[in-house]
């Protein structure tokens, strides 16, 4: 190994290493690091800036307008990517850098590659104390950047110049890792950033990464397999873990070869075409009648590639008391979950193992019928569900339109309120992976931001495609900024803004519990002498989007038409009826907290309805 050196700062090797890692996905190398997102303030301008100035070419650097929506991008970004590349978000020291925190939560909850690299207070202490920063009298170390370690997967404090030499291979390699995949964290102390070291030049060297593909092992493949031929009712669960492991074709193959039903996951949509025969729709509090219909009667379930979230299971209602769980997940933690007999490794090598395990085991017929029987019934019910023309407005109606007249290969996005129930629900999945609806961490405001970094890397891939984004107005009012981002970076997307007065989904789950309507919809906050609603379609174009508002799903789809034809960001905005027009069928079970003393005869009703089906639910850990 070669003793040359070169003087850098801090700073400066940070960025010139992260230039130098690659990755080869499918034969063609690309930078493991499409780049940033940044915003700069006194923390990160003067060194980090400096370094990150000569080198946009190689890492291009978006300017945010809000750190969280930063990491709400940067988690779209790598979604598109699936976790094979990633973006960084640069913040200052003090309130930019906590801006962060929910970002990087949701990156955590999602299991997403995500690198921050944020400012620091002064290492030497000499000026303290500085602009935003915060004392702790008897713990002078501890800062706001401590917060960040409830929710990064890696998390270091660059205290001298050399420490990067270990921290940083040390945190891509978490982010790369499929079992321990999450955010990184570097808190950066501002004198450290300009501080110099003489760097081995060959740490600077070009490096092609890989990802690990661990082979499961074979006495648990061996146990899973002798389950699953027992089994008389076999289900498979597909989770988002079969799209990051790049296995869609092994589960499609495994589940053909033994005739098993597939339900799929909120993270896991878009991993069966939606016409597959054994496509049995999505499952769970957000799902379908004809998932739910299979779960609550299969006898063993193969969980691939989910963790198993509440909305999945009905909070462990959606399943029989005696069925047993097979669950293939490159993370232990998530494969031994619920007494699960745990077969721990990549997706793909693990259903190649299991199906070279499984020769001549086949379900019944009659037991795959009564799965596509039920499709077929759920299929009918969304039919009319997205119709339109004899009903108001709906988020089920606005889905169908788009859906009808969308490519098969556009990406569409939602997230949080009643959004990613409806589109859960009612699409109709078009093309493999084109499905990215946020309910790890159900984050209201990223689905604007987290489209512009999906469409970011869509560019780079699928420049011909769209990124769709379905809004309500109360995730809209909570971040758009990124409307005017899209428009200022020409990275077009195409925003549905439904518009039904408020948290209109919340307010649905407060009368559900018997409470009366308080404090959701704007016209029942009783701080509010005179309700009225916001001109969406006048604040959009004033951040230089196309903007129109349309009146019913017809003239939606004419104004669909017009998004797609154009070359600029475009946003539609329709009203929705905050009360009619839900999808009413398809959900599980879900635990809510409902008070068990009230002094409301409704509310006290609701407690025991609601508290009636918690018999079926499974006690496991």
Known sequence: MSDDTIRLTTAQAIIRWLTNQFIEIDGQEYRLCGGGFGIFGHGNVTCLGEALHGVQDELPLYRGQNEQ???????????????????????SAGPGTTNLLTSAALAHANRLPMLMLC????????????????????????????????????WDRITHPAQVIQSLPAAIATMMDPADCGPAFLGLPQDVQGWTYDYPTVFFEKKVHHIRRQAPDEAEVAAAVQLLKTAERPMIIAGGGVQYSRAVAELTSFAEAHQ??????????????????????PIGVTGSDSANAVAEAADVI????????????????????????????????????????PVVGDAKRSLDALADAMAGYKAAQSWTGFAQGERKTWDAYVAENVAHGNRPNSYAQAIGVVNELCDSRDRVVAAAGGLPAEVTANWRTLDIGTVDVEFGFSCMGYEISGAWGARIAQSETEPDQDTIVFIGDGSYMMMNSDIYSSVLSRKKLIILVLDNGGFAVINKLQNNTGNESFNNLIADCPTVPEPFGVDFEAHAAAMGAIAETVENPAELG?????????DKTHVICMKVDAYDGWTAQGHAWWEVGTPHVTDSDKVREAHVDWESSRSKQRRGV
């Open 69 to 91: 929506s930063m990491g709400f991008a940067a988690a779209g970004y790598a979604k598109q990517w699936l976790r094979q590349r990633f973006m960084f978000c640069t913040a």
């Open 260 to 281: 098993i039903p597939v339900v799929e996951t909120i993270a896991g949509r878009a991993n069966m075409l939606d016409g597959h025969p054994l496509n049995i729709g």
């Open 119 to 154: 400012g620091d207070t002064f290492l030497t202490r000499l000026p303290d104390p500085v602009l935003q920063q915060l004392e702790h009298f008897g713990n002078p170390a501890l800062g706001v950047n401590d917060a960040f370690k409830a929710v990064s997967r890696y």
């Open 558 to 566: 004419e104004a669909f038409k017009r998004a797609k034809a154009s």
């Open 302 to 341: 193969l969980a691939v590639g989910t963790r198993l979230q509440d909305f999945t299971t009905g909070s462990w209602t959606a399943f029989a008391k005696d069925a047993r769980f097979i669950s293939v997940n490159a993370a232990r933690h998530d494969a031994g979950k619920h007494m699960s007999l």
